[in-house]
């Protein structure tokens, strides 16, 4: 990390980053890959993901605070090697590259059928890439103040729009609890676990936090706040669609908001409102992946700042981008990338943290 933005990041700060990196587009399919893995048990999934997702940032978050000046691109040089390390942090940042323009083209496409029809895709995924990119040039403690501003404007109209679409509910949706087919629970439990990895982005947040000790506080009460959206999302969307018509559509939530209102009828449709917030929410999880690969290839390749990668990857994100041929295809990529990418964000941080106990392998604690 820059010197002059050494220790800047409060326990509140670390935990803002990670809530707004983590609620991002994943959300309005989030109840379709639930319903698609157990029917109506999909809270119960929902719940087996957000545990799955707690032990995947609680071994990185360890890790992390074993080494406290230093990221997962750095440390793991330390541990296993330098060409095992370089290889390891290469295969994250291609992961995390592959994420961004997954992350991009799927706000293009809902953009581009929910809202502006005659624009073309790759205006809207070009925009806001180009955006993420300039953003991602500041450092890390104005990184901090933009997830920080943003949170309460992410978190509180989505709960709020779900708590106010249960006026719609049936608890006979919900019923039967129970897995009926626990193959399919098993897979759509790590799709949704999926969902969690902008929580990698804890590596190079807690190597800039004053207090490091409290890295695993903010990690709880990050996975806390958002799995508990996501669970609160879930229930909210079976309990009124129920199981069979959540799986005809295919952004169950944003239908979800179209069904909600305020009392007195003081606004009788919420989508265009929940939009605008997921609009945010999709800028600061492209900001966070975009800011963890520019600074992963920084340190990687040992330069003083990450400002020069921030343009160079425009180009190459774009295109990976516009590589799916339509939604459903980006879809059937986004689950299969999604189940593969925790090896990279659950194993590897896991297999770095054995061995390192195992070589009683610790970084400096002072700053």
Sequence with gaps: MENTDSRQITLIQASAILISTIIGV????????????ADSAAPLVTIFAIGVAFLGIALLTWLGMRFPNQSIFQYGNDIIGKWLGTIGSIVVIVFFAVLTSLTAREFGEVVVTS?????????????????????????ITTFAYFHTFYFP??????????????????VINLQPILLTSPNNAFMGTFTIAALFQGSFIMT?????????????????????????????????????????????????TLELAKGASLPANVLERLDAAFLAVWVTAVFTTLLSSYFLTSVAL?????????????????????FMAMLPQNVTHLYVIIEDIGRVGL???????????????LRKKRGERNA
């Design 343 to 357: 090896y990279i964000t659950m194993a590897y941080p896991g297999l770095l943290l054995l061995i390192a106990m």
């Design 153 to 170: 404007l992410l978190l509180v109209p989505c709960v709020l729009i779900a708590i106010l679409s249960l006026g719609n509910a049936e």
């Design 26 to 37: 994943g959300v309005l399919p989030l109840p379709l890959f639930a319903v698609r893995a």
């Design 115 to 139: 809202v502006l029809k005659s624009t073309p895709v790759e205006v809207t995924v070009i925009v806001m890439l180009t955006l993420a990119a300039i953003s991602a040039r500041r450092s």
């Design 298 to 318: 920084k340190q990687v390749l040992h330069l003083k700042e990450h400002q020069v990668f921030t343009f160079i990857l425009l180009p190459i994100v774009f």
């Design 204 to 252: 190079v947040v807690i190597p800039a936090m004053r207090k490091p000790k409290k890295a695993m506080k903010a990690s709880l009460f990050g996975i806390l706040v958002s799995g508990g959206l996501y669970l609160i999302i879930v229930v909210a969307s079976v309990s009124v669609f129920g199981a069979e018509e959540i799986k005809k559509l295919l952004w169950p």
